[in-house]
C-alpha cells in the first residue's frame, strides 16, 4: 500500500491502516515543502511525524514525541540567547541532530530517513519527496 503524504490528516489516515495492513506492506511518500533548518539541523517536520507514528511515540494532538522533554531548549538555549521558532522536544531534536549528521557525510535525506527507520526499528517505509535542485 503506497501513501501520500501531505497533510495533518496522514497520521489519522495511516493509525487506522495500521489495523488493516501490516507495516512492512506500507510505503509512505512524504512531503518535504515544510523543512527547514533550525540550530544548524535539518527539521523535516512530516518525515518526522510518521516516523514517530510508526515508532509508536506520535502524540496524536500536538504531533510531538511522547514522554520527550524540552530541557535543551529551554535551559541552554534560552540562556545564550537562542529563540527557536518551533517548539523542539529534547527526542525530536536527537532526530534532527541524526539526520543532519548522515547528511554532513554524503547521505541523501532519502537515505538519512531509511537509516533513521532501521536505527528506530520502524517496517514500514518512507520516501521523502523530492525538491528540485535539492539532494533528496
Excluded: W
Excluded at 535539518?42 to 520527550?68: A, E, I, N, R, W
Amino acid at each position: 500500500m503506497i501513501v501520500l503524504s501531505g497533510g495533518t490528516g496522514t497520521p489519522s489516515y495511516c493509525r487506522v491502516l495500521r489495523k488493516f495492513i501490516p507495516d512492512e506492506k506500507i510505503t509512505v511518500i512524504v512531503n518535504t515543502a515544510e523543512d527547514i533548518i533550525i540550530s544548524g539541523n535539518l527539521v523535516s517536520p512530516d518525515v518526522d511525524t510518521v516516523l514517530y507514528l510508526f515508532q509508536d511515540s506520535l502524540m496524536m494532538q500536538s504531533g510531538g514525541v511522547s514522554g520527550t522533554t524540552h530541557s535543551i531548549r529551554t535551559m541552554p538555549l534560552k540562556k545564550m540567547g537562542i529563540n527557536e521558532k518551533l517548539m523542539i522536544g529534547d527526542t525530536d531534536r536527537a532526530t534532527h541532530v541524526y539526520r543532519s549528521e548522515l547528511m554532513s557525510k554524503g547521505a541523501s535525506l532519502t537515505e538519512a530517513t531509511l537509516q533513521l527507520s532501521t536505527t528506530l526499528r520502524i517496517r514500514a517505509r518512507f520516501f521523502p519527496c523530492a525538491m528540485i535542485g535539492l539532494k533528496r
